[in-house]
């Protein structure tokens, strides 16, 4: 998986010394001795994700040293530590440095690996909306005056991006406030995709030459894949806030599970891969719940192990635990994929990760469906 960095600059080496040992491990990170110094690295080995520098230092203040700096990456997520903080300093901060966040020294631990976890959620999503646009414009070159319905969709879907680029910056740097941003911005953003992908079905039945249709259908997938990642950063987002509901309602457990492998057999058959379930026969078959979320969670664990299997098969198995008071049942997917080093079993549910970069690269995804599940 892609490696999001972060700068830190302060002219106090105890600082910078501080941060290395309390967040060595948890990110990737390079530190910088002094405002000449960060620009510096910046130039030498950005880009990075996330900026953090210090607002007092000798030569250039944090605030002018974040405005080159974002002159220099425009994209980049800009934070300020300081111990000397006070309102003029966030006003400063905020109209001239533009920055993400204001901390003060002596920091919280938790509140800083939580600001720095939100900075890169923040940067993801502006590559995602710059990756989108792109693929949108691209779309665009590649159909003809004929497809004048799809341009509109594609122009609005253009201007949803844009606007949401600009309401994201204007949104209050809390957690809360961003993930009620995200719920209210989830129809806008699903509504143009589901627009540009029923309309690419429709292009693609009609006549149309073989590069026609290779063309099309690659703009097809690109389009599902990256409606998937929004529906994927939108679910991330709920649960973080705590406000993903669960319904309540009686269903099929074997029907459900029928459903769910029937949604993912053209996948299994164009890659020959066998795809089945055994279902134990102490598990009842009427249960109470959200199907809708299980089934969520199912199709992610096996899309998952679709994604990486090239041959063989995926099996899915559902068991009765063993309890006093309550139903538990086990849900486990197998199957004959590359596997997961012992090493990094602790970290396949953490957001934002996968097992290898280079199997990120070449299997793609954003490493968020086992962290939704």
């Known amino acids: 998986m892609m490696a999001y960095k972060i700068l830190f600059i302060d002219d106090d080496r105890n600082v ?10 948890i990110f990737d990170f390079e530190t910088a ?46 934070l300020m530590l300081s111990g000397h903080a006070n309102l003029a300093t966030a006003v400063n901060a905020v109209n001239k ?9 002596p920091w919280d631990h938790d509140l800083l690996v939580q600001s720095l976890n939100a900075a890169i959620a923040q940067y993801r999503l502006v590559m995602v909306e710059k990756e989108l646009l792109a693929k949108t414009i691209k779309l665009t070159e590649s159909l ?6 799809l341009q509109l969709t594609n122009r609005k879907l253009q201007e949803t991006v844009e606007n949401a680029h600009y309401l994201a910056k204007k949104a209050t740097t809390s957690n809360v406030a961003k993930t009620e941003f995200l719920a209210n911005m989830s129809h806008e953003l699903r509504t143009p995709l589901s627009g540009i992908i029923g309309m690419l079905d429709l292009v693609l039945d009609t006549s149309l030459d073989e590069q026609q249709r290779e063309y099309l259908g690659l703009a097809k997938y690109s389009a599902n894949s990256l409606l998937s990642i929004v529906n994927d950063i939108l679910d991330f987002a709920r649960i973080e806030a705590g406000k993903l509901v669960m319904a309540r309602a009686p269903f099929s457990l074997k ?6 492998l029937g949604a993912l057999k053209l996948k299994a058959e164009s890659k020959k891969l066998k795809l089945e379930y055994a279902f134990s ?20 664990l096996l899309g998952n192990a679709l994604k990486f299997t090239e041959q ?42 996968q097992a290898d970069g280079s199997h990120s690269r070449k299997f793609g995804g954003a490493g968020l469906g086992l962290s939704i599940s």
């Open 16 to 25: 910078l010394e501080a941060l290395t040992r309390e967040l060595e491990g």
């Open 33 to 78: 001795a002094g405002a000449e110094a960060g620009l510096m690295t910046l130039e030498k080995n950005g880009p990075f994700a996330v900026i953090v520098s210090d607002y007092f230092m000798p030569g250039m203040d944090g605030i002018e040293l974040l405005s080159r700096a974002r002159q220099t990456d425009p994209d980049c997520v800009r």
């Open 97 to 105: 440095g533009n920055i993400f966040r204001l901390l003060t020294k």
């Open 144 to 149: 003809n005056k004929e497809r004048q319905n």
């Open 255 to 260: 029907n459900l599970a029928h459903a769910t």
């Open 281 to 300: 026969e102490k598990c009842p078959d009427r249960l109470m719940g959200d199907a809708d979320r299980l089934r969520q969670i199912l199709l992610n």
């Open 312 to 353: 063989g098969g995926i099996t899915l198995t559902i068991a009765e635990l063993e309890t006093e008071n309550r139903l538990k049942l086990r849900f486990s997917v197998a199957d004959t994929g590359i596997g997961i080093p012992q090493a990094k079993l602790k970290t396949i549910f953490d957001s934002f990760t």
